[in-house]
């Protein structure tokens, strides 16, 4: 009798959702932030009374970064942003379940490995917007693709951070 090497079946439940739709997804998720960007930027320039954008930028930096980890943990914690919705990808911690604020918040802190490394490139050698905007491309594409050595095709922030991104089953009327 062969043993048997592969893993057991995952759970409908628990499939990941295919590197497309994941794509997809985060870059509708860009698309809101800018209306969470404005908002954010409109409350800061209105209680610190700053006239000139470059005024207070990186106050307003560090404003905009606990104002994302705000949004990102509270809607993981309840399991889809808006995006993830649209998309219906969901968000849970590695036995299915939905996510603690603080686990929610880790995530956030890890998904940060998007875009600090080209950040930090550009900032080291004080490339231009469009050398910084093709080190950033070329990353994401990059961090995308190696979540194709994952196991389970998660990408690697989610590993780090002990959380999945699952296929959420649509809303039965």
């Not at 893993?7 to 209306?35: D, K, N, V």
């Not at 009374?49 to 970064?65: E, G, Y």
Request: proline share 6%; net charge positive.
């Amino acid at each position: 009798m062969p043993l048997e090497t592969s893993a057991p079946p995952i759970s409908p439940a628990l499939e990941t959702p295919s590197l497309l739709r994941r794509m997809a997804c985060w870059l509708y998720e860009g698309i809101l932030l800018f209306g969470v960007v404005f908002i954010a930027g409109y409350l800061f320039s209105a209680l610190s009374q700053t006239k000139n954008a470059m005024d207070n930028r990186h106050a307003l930096q560090a404003f905009i970064f606990v104002v994302f980890g705000i949004y990102f943990g509270w809607l993981w914690s309840k399991g889809q942003t808006l995006a993830m919705k649209t998309w219906r990808i969901r968000v849970v911690d590695l036995q299915g379940q939905p996510l603690t604020q603080g686990r929610a918040v880790i995530r956030y802190l890890w998904s940060w490995l998007w875009l600090l490394p080209p950040l930090l490139v550009s900032w080291l050698f004080t490339l231009s917007g469009g050398e910084a905007t093709v080190i950033t491309l070329g990353w994401v594409t990059v961090w995308a693709i190696l979540s194709r050595f994952h196991p389970r095709r998660q990408f690697w922030h989610d590993a780090l951070a002990g959380t999945q991104l699952v296929n959420a089953e649509p809303v039965k009327k």
